[in-house]
């Protein structure tokens, strides 16, 4: 399971780091990122680290959030900063064992099954 932390409420312009932790096994081969979603409107990947190392942040929150990955393969992280109103949401991680690149790459990771409970942001 995918087990997720560090969301709370921040300012505008503030910081927040999430944390999503794999249980029982590891991101190594996986495909994994987060995705946003807020009630009434469609999931929205964020960033996304892929199953070779490269990684992908979407338009919206590029030179503004970080995506990481330790080296033991078993935490992802989401490093955001200059927070926005519109950045606030329910943050979920999610990872699949399937390859993955490029920005398809935000597309896939709203539909894995597998996935955190989900950490809510709020940016006012």
């Known amino acids: 399971q995918l087990v997720e932390s560090g969301g709370g409420s921040v300012q505008t312009g503030g910081s927040l780091k999430l944390s999503c932790e794999a249980s029982g096994f590891t991101l190594l081969s996986f495909c994994a990122g987060w995705f946003r979603q807020v009630p009434g409107k469609e999931r929205e990947g964020v960033a996304t680290?892929?199953?070779?190392?490269?990684?992908w942040l979407a338009d919206s929150v590029m030179g503004r959030f970080t995506i990481s990955r330790d080296n033991a393969a078993r935490t992802l992280s989401l490093h955001m900063d200059n927070l926005k109103p519109e950045d606030t949401a329910m943050y979920y991680c999610?990872?699949?064992?399937?390859?993955?690149?490029?920005?398809?790459?935000?597309?896939?990771?709203?539909?894995?099954?597998?996935r955190g409970q989900g950490t809510q942001v709020t940016v006012s």
């Open positions: 680290f892929h199953t070779h190392g490269g990684t």
């Open positions: 999610a990872a699949g064992p399937v390859y993955c690149s490029g920005r398809d790459a935000l597309q896939r990771v709203v539909r894995f099954e597998l």
